[in-house]
């Protein structure tokens, strides 16, 4: 057994990032920021409200800082050099893994050199966990970048309760096969007791891969490998509804949703967008329809304006580079042929934003337009429905994000017919009131019911092993 930690704990959650940001600020000082992403903004809350640990990365390169207790939870930074950083993260996990899992919306790269990598990186992540967790404790790994801990920690932790939790879709066979690597992975995950996936198919697809792979015989939604039963089923994550919908119906925050719709010069509809900058997220798509409707009359602007906020994301992966470029200059352009002195058509921010500020651009909008190519789930189409206590405002929602399955009443579209999604803005823009309450009900008593504590604890449940309040 590995040096034990300073503490240990009966919950550990195991993510390639801490739920905050090591961030230096201009005169050398150094802080802790919220850490960007679904999987921060779904895990963090739960987790708060119990004392576990947290294992990750800090999100800057080179030596760890020591482990600390931050707000209820133990924190333990894990260390990852700038060479490692380049390898395992910005390559394996985010240039191989992310590409191939999200239905190749771009080509992913395979290099041998990125794969020791994330083998290297698992293995230290497996054994922090390790020296990190109580006997018999729970330890819960989560999504892509270290879906080999599993198998390596239960290796040197028999004694644990092993959950794992997929936070991005899981490909079809047929594109999980182009993995290089795709055994030692699928064996992995099988270290788990419970592999959770976003959708049912995610579990189908990882179940028919073990027969495939391994000549395993998976039955129902279980496997038995190496002496013991594997499942593997779909939890789908959700947001703490209840926090988020008192947060929006603070008088703060619906004051700054009125003062918004004055500093965007009081247009008649708004549209949001709200996404990290990610080639997934289908900006450009959502920018091409709402220019095509600028240029065919349905629309105009300052009348009608699109707010759109790209959080920075992954900013040194060429695609990411690429895709910053041509939606700066897509919004530009549209600009320039649409926008009036002191009226752009788009108004584009590139930066994070606070929760607060978020929260009143979700009950500023008029129609909220989620429209990826391929997602996990999406939070923020939750958040936006959790946003409308007042039941004012229209979802746009692409059908390939996982969200869809659950929002039924949303205005459902399909990302790359472009015509499908000017109509869908087009009629989210011109529902009455009373039809937009009718959806907004319905969508709202679903975030209320399968909430975040909902999604842990039937998690939890199925693992066998009970949170700690
Ligand atoms: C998604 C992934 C998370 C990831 C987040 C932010 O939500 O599922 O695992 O942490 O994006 O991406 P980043 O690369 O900045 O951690």
């Not at 240990?8 to 201009?26: E, F, G, Y």
């Not at 934003?353 to 996990?376: C, I, S, W």
Request: glycine content about 8%; hydrophobic content about 45%; proline content about 6%.
């Amino acid at each position: 057994m590995p040096a034990e930690s300073s503490t240990r704990s009966s919950v550990v959650i195991v993510a390639n990032r801490l739920p905050v940001d090591q961030v230096t600020d201009p005169d050398g000082s150094t802080r802790w920021q919220r850490s960007p992403g679904g999987l921060v903004s779904a895990l963090e809350p739960f987790m708060r409200q119990r004392s576990g640990a947290w294992l990750g990365w800090s999100g800057a390169a080179g030596d760890a800082p020591a482990e600390f207790d931050n707000e209820g939870l133990h924190l333990v930074p894990i260390t990852l050099s700038t060479e490692e950083l380049d390898r395992y993260y910005e390559g394996f996990c985010n240039a191989s893994l992310w590409p191939l899992y999200h239905d190749v919306v771009q080509p992913p790269a395979f290099h041998r050199s990125w794969w020791d990598a994330y083998v290297t990186i698992n293995a230290r992540f497996a054994e922090a966990a390790s020296a990190a967790a109580a006997p018999e404790a729970t330890v819960w790994v989560h999504d892509y970048q270290l879906q080999l801990v599993p198998a390596m920690l239960r290796k040197s932790r028999p004694d644990l309760r092993i959950g794992f939790f997929l936070h991005i879709p899981f490909p079809p066979m047929e594109l999980f096969m182009q993995l290089p690597w795709r055994r030692q992975i699928v064996e992995g995950l099988l270290g788990a007791d419970l592999i959770g996936f976003q959708r049912p198919m995610g579990a189908h697809n990882f179940l028919q891969l073990t027969r495939h792979l391994l000549k395993l015989r998976p039955s129902g939604s279980s496997v038995d490998y190496d002496g013991r039963a594997v499942r593997a089923a779909s939890f789908p994550i959700s947001i703490d509804t209840a926090a988020f919908d008192r947060l929006a119906s603070s008088p703060e925050v619906v004051e700054r949703a009125s003062a918004i719709r004055n500093e965007l010069g009081s247009p008649e509809k708004i549209i949001l967008g709200v996404d990290r900058l990610d080639y997934t997220k289908g900006i450009g798509v959502r920018l091409r329809a709402f220019e095509e409707l600028l240029q065919d009359g349905s629309i105009t602007a300052p009348e009608t304006v699109l707010v759109q906020v790209a959080t920075p994301s992954r900013e040194r992966i060429e695609h990411y580079v690429t895709m910053r470029e041509e939606i700066e200059r897509t919004v530009g352009h549209i600009n320039g042929d649409y926008g009036g002195i002191g009226g752009p058509a788009v108004h584009y921010l590139h930066q994070s934003m606070p929760k607060e500020e978020l929260a009143a651009l979700y009950r500023a909008a008029d129609v909220m337009a989620v429209t990826p190519y391929r997602d996990g789930m999406n939070l923020v189409a939750k958040e936006y429905v959790a946003a409308r206590g007042d039941l004012g405002g229209a979802l746009v929602l692409s059908e390939f994000a996982g969200a869809a399955a659950e929002l039924r009443h949303a205005f459902l579209v399909n990302p790359h017919d472009i015509t499908g999604v000017k109509a869908a803005l087009r009629d989210a823009l011109a529902i009455s009131p009373a039809a937009a309450a009718r959806r907004m009900r319905a969508m709202r008593r679903t975030v209320r019911k399968y909430d975040l504590d909902h999604w842990a604890e039937s998690f939890f449940a199925a693992l066998g092993s009970e949170p700690t309040s």
